[in-house]
């Protein structure tokens, strides 16, 4: 996927996405009970999917597309509480 993409130059100045690439090969990587990967082809498809798109501003032909992250955090948000909640003070404060 990333044969002819001089990807090493592009991360190299900006070493925080390569952190990022890193973070979604983690994410994405599952392990069983032994602790040996199940996924590891499908968590580096994922990665160099965002490498590449990183590199070229598009996806790669027939890929399909990464979450956007604005829904992620979206999501993520919806489950806390509110601020007005008692879920977030001590619980010595909470009456």
Known sequence: MLEGINYWDAVAESPSQ???CFA???NVLELDDQGDPVNEKHAERRAATWL???CTGELPPGEA???P????Q????????S???TAWRSPSRRT
């Open 65 to 67: 597309g990464l979450e």
């Open 83 to 85: 601020p007005r909640s």
């Open 18 to 20: 390569l952190e990022i």
């Open 74 to 81: 979206a999501e993520w948000a919806a489950t806390l509480p």
């Open 24 to 26: 979604i090969l983690a």
């Open 69 to 72: 992250l604005a829904r992620v």
């Open 52 to 54: 590449y798109r990183y």
